[in-house]
């Protein structure tokens, strides 16, 4: 007879049988087969032995000294980790009644004694091959489930980016309409102070009209941010006055249990950033120590401080140059990080809390601002006592920035300008505006109608000033075909929608300045003399 190769069987079989000769006839017939064979002589050692290596099949004798064959199957059955082992049953008797009783206890085959070396490899090897089909069926269930939860849960991701990006663009529509009123709000308000006395109450209640519009204009960026509709504006920042600024939102979003606390020296802290992503990163880095302490309340410290990295603390942390850093720290008194986990809290949809609480960006935003920024996100954390995150921007290098001129002298001119825009009143108030001081206007709502008294006489007008978004010509369309007539001829873009203008668009239309709506009046006619006497 021969013997199979060895790595072809793996399965274990168990041989259950109080005598002797039985088990070594069983145990030699296997063996020799090449399965691995571990007899036993009584039901409580079968147990025992099942317990510590689950077999892949059991042959099992059913009359035994003290424990039955039938008990040893009833108690492996009712147990979840061993009830899917098959068992044959192998006995002396042949009565149909013994046959019933096995194969309702679980039993998946009965041989009579004495049997045929044959028929039991048969049956056994029948059996394994079921067992075999069976496993792999279950592997393959689990696969399917796991890839069915993967895919809701891409399906819910997905969803959400859709209605994402719905919110983004209704915001994007809502917020250039919203820029249009704030335009026309700030530019009466600025138009009745050049008419009212500064003596009148009237005048420091237009001058504060005048601030909130203004204030509202930066709201409606910091909207189009966070709406994806705009992209990153770095300028300099002090980091204090930004976390000072965000102290509202974050009380409100903490529980009252919470101490909050700051540690904000009077330095300057000047780093180059985009004030709507650190208010971002703030409240989610709080958000997140909020939920750590939602229990038991605690402390909350937000710091700001410097920190040198010299060759080797850039070499330690891959994404820092050497240099002095600004130090953002967010400290909490929560439960803590679980080391285990640690290395993933800034990765995109991990998320330790409850369902419907947390989407798992939180964290992945917060690492991928600081990363945008130049910069490195540290944790240090240990259960039960919180938990510290520390950023590192690069320090911003001091510079001088042309500041708008408020001497209305210097801001006069006599020069030709052809205004354009779609929405009337933004017409008239910058109408108003360049009159006043000294300037020749043509303004129009039409693009189409400004184009062609352009080509009619373009040597005619010195300067355009349009705007971008318009129905029946689009403000870049319009400069390319007044450039046609007029290579070189200078222009200012006058937008809700600058992040549209990429630099590269600016370059190749030849565009001067792009200025954001709504526009003040001293940064209007700022832009407008200093591309005039740069021409």
């Not at 250039?176 to 026309?184: A, E, P, Q, R, T």
């Not at 204090?240 to 974050?250: A, H, K, Q, T, Y």
């Not at 909020?290 to 080797?312: H, P, Q, S, T, W």
Request: with cysteine.
């Amino acid at each position: 007879m021969m013997t199979r190769d060895a790595s072809e069987f793996q399965e274990n079989i168990l041989i259950v049988d109080d005598t002797p000769a039985n088990l070594r006839l069983l145990s030699e017939m296997l063996s020799v087969r090449g399965y691995r064979v571990r007899p036993v002589l009584d039901g409580q050692m079968a147990l025992s032995s099942v317990q510590a290596f689950l077999p892949d099949l059991i042959l099992l004798d059913i009359k035994m000294s003290g424990m039955s064959g039938y008990e040893v199957c009833e108690a492996l059955k009712t147990n979840r980790r061993t009830s899917d082992i098959p068992i044959i049953f192998i006995s002396a008797v042949g009565e149909m009644a013994d046959k019933v009783r096995a194969f309702s206890l679980g039993g998946v085959d009965y041989i009579t004694k004495p049997f045929q070396s044959e028929e039991v490899i048969a049956r056994i090897e029948t059996h394994l091959k079921l067992r075999r089909l069976q496993l792999s069926l279950q592997e393959k269930n689990e696969q399917l489930r796991h890839e069915m939860a993967g895919r809701e849960q891409m399906e819910a991701r997905l969803r959400c980016v859709h209605k994402m990006e719905s919110i983004g663009t209704l915001t994007g529509g809502i917020a250039h309409d919203f820029n249009n009123i704030l335009g026309v709000i700030v530019g009466n308000a600025e138009l009745a102070l050049d008419d009212v006395p500064e003596w009148s109450p009237a005048y420091l209640n237009l001058q504060e009209v005048v601030a909130a519009s203004l204030r509202a204009k930066e709201v409606i960026r910091k909207l189009l941010s966070f709406s994806r509709h705009s992209n990153s504006e770095r300028k300099r920042i002090r980091l204090g006055d930004v976390i000072r600024e965000s102290m509202p939102l974050i009380r409100s979003s903490v529980a009252g249990q919470i101490d909050l606390q700051l540690s904000i020296p009077d330095e300057a802290f000047h780093m180059l950033a985009d004030t709507g992503q650190i208010h971002q990163l703030l409240i989610n880095l709080c958000n997140n120590a909020g939920y750590a302490m939602r229990e038991k309340g605690g402390v909350l410290e937000i710091g700001v401080g410097y920190a040198e990295a010299d060759e080797e603390k850039a070499r330690q942390f891959h994404h820092l140059s050497p240099g002095r850093y600004v130090r953002l720290t967010v400290r909490d008194t929560g439960c803590g990080i679980d080391p285990e986990i640690e290395d993933r809290i800034f990765d995109p949809y991990f998320t330790t809390q409850d369902i419907g609480q947390g989407s798992g960006m939180g964290l992945a935003v917060v690492h991928g601002i600081v990363r945008g920024h130049n910069g490195e996100i540290l944790v240090r954390s240990r259960l039960g006592q919180g938990s510290t995150f520390e950023a590192y921007f690069p320090e911003a290098e001091s510079e001088a920035s042309a500041e708008p001129e408020n001497d209305p002298a210097l801001l006069m001119g006599e020069e030709r300008i052809l205004l354009v825009d779609d929405e009337p009143s933004i017409v008239d108030i910058g109408c108003q505006r360049l009159k006043r001081m000294g300037y020749q206007v043509s303004g129009h709502t039409d693009p189409t109608e400004a184009l062609a008294l352009f080509r009619t006489e373009p040597d005619q007008f010195d300067l355009l000033i349009t705007d971008l978004v318009m129905p029946q010509m689009s403000g870049d369309m319009l400069v390319k075909e007044m450039g046609v007539v007029r290579p070189g001829f200078p222009v200012i873009l006058c937008t809700g929608y600058i992040e549209r203008m990429t630099e590269e668009k600016i370059r190749r239309l030849g565009v001067c300045r792009c200025i954001r709506k709504p526009v003040d009046k001293y940064e209007f006619l700022f832009t407008v003399r200093q591309v005039l006497d740069e021409v």
